[in-house]
């Protein structure tokens, strides 16, 4: 017997059963695990830009304008993780866990829109 004995019964005729099957939540997870990647590498610009003007323009101490950095990173890496949710539930919703196929991308670049506008707000903050 190699079925768990404590896993919920299952039904064939049950409509939700079986939406995601493993491979589904590992593209989903690589996928996004990728974009995190170019995710961080595309905001580092923008944050390097920002830190100068902390610290050149706001006379802010480097020390505390590195350790801000850092908790504005993790807040966007916090936020990052509203992607893959949003694929996930898109899928199971509307798609019974098949691929999205470009709508990734589609939710990537809208992330990536919206968390670069935040560095643009703290850049004109900082400039005034």
Do not use: C
Not at 13 to 37: C, M, N, Q, Y
Not at 42 to 71: D, N
């Amino acid at each position: 017997m190699s079925e768990n004995p404590y896993s919920p019964p299952r039904s064939d005729d049950d409509p939700g059963a079986g939406i995601f099957d493993r491979h589904a939540l590992v593209d989903i997870v690589k996928g996004w695990e990728k974009l995190r990647i170019a995710y961080n590498l595309i905001l580092l610009v923008p944050g390097i830009l920002v830190m100068v003007v902390w610290i050149g323009r706001q006379g802010m101490p480097p020390v505390l304008a590195v350790i801000e950095a850092v908790i504005i990173a993790i807040g966007a890496n916090m936020a990052f993780l509203l992607g893959p949710a949003a694929e996930l539930y898109f899928r199971a919703i509307f798609r019974k866990g098949e691929s999205i196929g470009r709508g990734r991308l589609l939710i990537f670049g809208a992330g990536l829109v919206i968390s670069a506008g935040v560095f643009v707000l703290a850049f004109l903050l900082g400039t005034v």
